[in-house]
Each structure stands twice: as C-alpha cells, then as structure tokens.
C-alpha cells in the first residue's frame, strides 16, 4: 500500500474551516483516499473516501488533486468535539487481494480550541 | 447504525494464561479484523478474515492465532500470553467493498 505524510499536528479554532492535508505522491490507479479518526479511547471512525473526485458528506469534505498525489480533508465548522487524530490513508476498496486492509500511519492530531 | 462490540473494555490477565478476546458484529460483514494500537507505533494488523473459517496474517501475527466459527464472531487468541502483548486491541468489520467500523477497544494488561 502507498504511504501517506501527514503534519503531525494542528490547531484550529471553533467554528472555523479545519483543513486536514495529506500527501500520498506514490499512490497507485486503482487505490481510493480514506479518512478516519479516532477520538481519545475510543475505535477509529470513517469520514470519507475518494478515488479522483471531490466528495462530500454529513461530516466533512475531500478535495483530492488532479494528479492525485495529495489531498485535503476539510470540517467545515470545527467544534470541540472534532479534537481527534485525523489519519489519511490509500488503499484499493476492499476486494480481489486486498480485503479492504488499512495501514494506518501517525495522523494529525487536530485541536479544536474554543 | 452497524455495531462492533468487543467483550470487554478492559482486562488484565497474568503472564503464560491463554486470553481471549472477542468481536461480534451485527451487519452480516463478511470481512473482519484485529488490530493492536501502541503508543508511537499506530495501529498495526494482526489478523483479518474474509469469510467463515478463512483467515489471513497481517503485519504482526506472532504469538496470536484466529478463530471465525460464525460469521458476526471473529476472536483473537492469546496462547500464552506476555507483557509485551500489553496494548489496545480493536476489531473492525466490513463489507466487501466498503468502509470499516471500529469497535471501542479493549485495553489488555498483562502482568
């Protein structure tokens, strides 16, 4: 699976943009952009997925470049709630050999202060 | 909403006993996974399985073993185990095809 770089962290304040970036310059064709995030002691949760397209949800939007070698995860209206570790990470969807595995790197940690 | 419940949210277990934890999902997913999160190293992936009693290795398979008997239950076995199996675990399930869902973790120690 392509590696992606993320900051390690960020600080954003309430009710603003918080606009997550990742780099993933070795992605390949056929494998989508995933973004999840785990908040303190609790599992990961999904936001959202993309191959090429922009893509937007009740959560967040994904704004991937043309030459799909980096993106951008945006909160529109950042609350306090939304302080988590944010991870980017390419991988094919789940099917053939992969079975949907997800190799997770260090994320951001987003703070939301108010 | 999809749920992945794991047995329990914490454990403590004494060095050499057999531990095992458990992950029943409500969606009918036919994939399932175990993955183990430590401070610096991330979540890393232990075992995944796709189907009934199919099972694969992931990045850190040694000293764990699998068991998927029935489709919404995917255990994780600790044979004997040892302090530096100490970690969050989490179970994920999905569909094929689509994205995972993460249950709350259980945080194992091992004394």
């Known amino acids: 699976d392509a590696k992606t770089t993320q900051p390690p962290s960020m600080d954003c304040a309430e009710g603003r943009a918080a606009n997550l970036p990742c780099n993933h310059s070795?992605?390949?064709?056929?494998?989508?952009v995933y973004w999840y995030r785990q908040i303190h002691s609790q599992g990961p949760q999904y936001i959202i997925h993309?191959?090429?397209n922009n893509e937007t949800n009740e959560m967040a939007s994904l704004i991937i470049t043309e030459d799909r070698k980096s993106s951008t995860l945006i909160l529109p209206h950042a609350t306090l709630r939304d302080t988590a570790v944010y991870y980017c990470?390419?991988?094919?969807?789940?099917?053939?050999?992969?079975?949907?595995?997800?190799?997770f790197g260090q994320g951001t940690i987003l703070t939301v202060h108010p | 909403d999809v749920k992945v419940t794991q047995s329990s949210r914490y454990l403590v277990k004494r060095t050499g006993e057999k531990v095992f934890l458990e992950c029943v999902q409500d969606?009918?997913?036919?994939?399932m996974f175990w993955y183990r999160q430590d401070p610096g190293l991330g979540l890393r992936l232990i075992y995944f399985?796709?189907?009934?009693?199919?099972?694969e290795k992931g990045d850190i398979p040694e000293g764990y073993s699998v068991s998927r008997e029935k489709k919404e239950r995917f255990s994780l076995i600790l044979e004997s185990a040892s302090t530096n199996q100490t970690s969050m675990y989490l179970c994920?399930?999905?569909?094929?095809?689509?994205?995972?869902?993460f249950g709350q973790g259980t945080r194992l120690t091992v004394v």
């Open positions: 070795t992605i390949s064709g056929n494998e989508y």
């Open positions: 993309g191959l090429k």
């Open positions: 399985s796709y189907d009934v009693k199919m099972k």
């Open positions: 994920a399930s999905s569909l094929r095809g689509r994205e995972a869902f």
């Open positions: 990470i390419v991988s094919p969807l789940a099917g053939g050999t992969s079975y949907g595995k997800l190799t």
């Open positions: 969606m009918d997913h036919e994939n």
